[in-house]
């Protein structure tokens, strides 16, 4: 099975990465990481343990691999490599910038590139709020490329109890525009207290 790339940028939203991580791994999808340094700051200040921790424990999966943010000569680099394709889950407003533009000054942004160039599915989950015309503006730019710009916004609808409960949702749709799960699954969607 073709690997799923995972990108952390340093945006606020730790725990959208490690519940999507998370969750491919509990599907035994192969997983290929790659994480920013401001990414590993922001993580530190949302999360109860350091991301060396939990990148220690992904580790242990024979599904995971990880690649540092300076390594341009890892396999998801090239577009020779197949891969499923890619989120970059928290997306910065910069990370979007770069790879609506064709910049790919590290790992992360090249691995989102190569998805572009190669007509494989790129998820952003964009986390910057209000957003303003050079915001907009690069995220339609990668829409018109056919990247699915997938803001985390919460379903309210359904009533969540908790922070867990909006973030089991946004990992169901990532799921969904990454082509793992036609339809979101039930398991995605808030049951209510007891359930």
Not at 126 to 153: D, F, I, K, S, W
Not at 157 to 174: A, Q
Request: charged fraction near 20%; charge should be negative; aromatic fraction near 6%.
């Amino acid at each position: 099975m073709r690997p799923v790339v995972i990108g952390i940028s340093g945006a606020s939203g730790s725990l959208l990465a490690k519940e999507t991580v998370d969750e491919l791994l509990r599907r035994e999808v192969p997983t290929a990481l790659v994480c920013s340094n401001d990414a590993r700051l922001v993580w530190q200040e949302e999360m109860d343990s350091p991301f060396s921790e939990t990148l220690a424990q992904w580790r242990e999966h024979p599904h995971l691999v990880h690649y540092s943010i300076g390594d341009m000569k890892a396999p998801i680099a090239s577009g020779t490599y197949p891969t499923r394709g890619m989120v970059v889950v928290p997306c910065s407003m910069g990370s979007i910038a770069a790879i609506a533009h064709g910049l790919s000054s590290n790992l992360l942004l090249r691995a989102a590139d190569v998805c572009l160039k190669e007509r494989r599915r790129l998820v952003v989950v964009p986390r910057e709020t209000p957003l303003h015309q050079v915001h907009l503006e690069n995220m339609l730019t990668l829409a018109r490329m056919g990247a699915v710009v997938l803001p985390p916004e919460p379903a309210f609808y359904l009533k969540p109890d908790s922070v867990h409960d909006m973030v089991r949702f946004v990992v169901g749709r990532i799921l969904v525009a990454l082509g793992i799960d036609e339809t979101l699954d039930e398991k995605y969607q808030y049951q209510g207290p007891g359930e």
